[in-house]
């Protein structure tokens, strides 16, 4: 039974590049969570996403930051014009209700370095 | 803005001692969760509280869910050096997204 998987698990991109994270939820999961954690901070939201649909985007930078969860395929986060500043670990969760709340697995992370 | 504290940020113990972690807020949330973390891996769900006073165990770990839903606890019993990690709480609300405690660092010497 396979839990939630991103990859690639480390990414470098040079300034300027494009940085896509992908992430394939556990195996009847529908609710897709996108998270943060920059060195020395904790655990920030970006963003959820149900198939096809951006419920809750209040934790994206405005800019150069999108997310996707297509009909079929895995949940994408795209980085555009990467900066050092969005060197950090990228998780990905998936979540089902379970009667009493939305319990949140995560996946092992992408790490991302810009040089 | 929601936010959880975490105290204490860091604890080192002897294997056998016990230990508490708090997790508070001025806030209300609808669920709290509890995940311990690897260095370099993602957080691993451990419990999930609902109801405001509910108490989970889960072998040698007590979580406690404060009445007013604001603040909880986890104890652990007897620790063992497999319990070192971080371990971090969480808040749930209205729009699913997680809302991450400043995390509690915890060190057990054999």
């Known amino acids: 039974n396979a839990g939630v998987m991103q990859n690639p698990r480390h990414l470098v991109r040079r300034r300027g590049q494009e940085a896509r994270l992908r992430c394939s939820p556990m195996?009847?999961?529908?609710?897709v969570y996108w998270y943060r954690q920059l060195p020395e901070e904790g655990l920030k939201f970006m963003v959820y996403l149900q198939k096809e649909n951006i419920i809750d985007e209040s934790g994206m930078p405005k800019e150069r930051f999108s997310a996707e969860f297509p009909k079929e395929g895995p949940s994408i986060l795209r980085i555009q014009q990467v900066v050092r500043g969005d060197s950090a670990a990228y998780f990905c969760?998936?979540?089902?209700?379970?009667?009493?709340?939305?319990?949140?697995?995560f996946g092992p992370g992408t790490r991302l370095t810009v040089t | 803005t929601q936010l959880l504290e975490q105290s204490p940020q860091f604890l080192s113990i002897q294997e056998g001692e016990n230990l508490t972690v708090y997790c508070n807020s001025s806030?209300?949330?609808?669920?709290l969760q509890w995940y311990r973390q690897e260095p370099g891996e993602g957080p691993v769900l451990l419990v999930t509280v609902v109801t405001g006073g509910e108490v989970k165990k889960l072998k040698r770990l007590t979580f406690q869910f404060g009445d007013a839903r604001k603040d909880s606890s986890l104890h652990i019993t007897a620790a063992q050096t497999g319990d070192t990690g971080l371990y971090l709480c969480a808040g749930g609300g209205a729009t699913n997204k997680l809302i991450f405690g400043t995390g509690t660092l915890l060190a057990v010497q054999p």
């Open positions: 969760a998936s979540s089902d209700w379970t009667g009493g709340s939305y319990e949140q697995y």
């Open positions: 806030s209300v949330f609808s669920s």
């Open positions: 195996k009847g999961h529908s609710h």
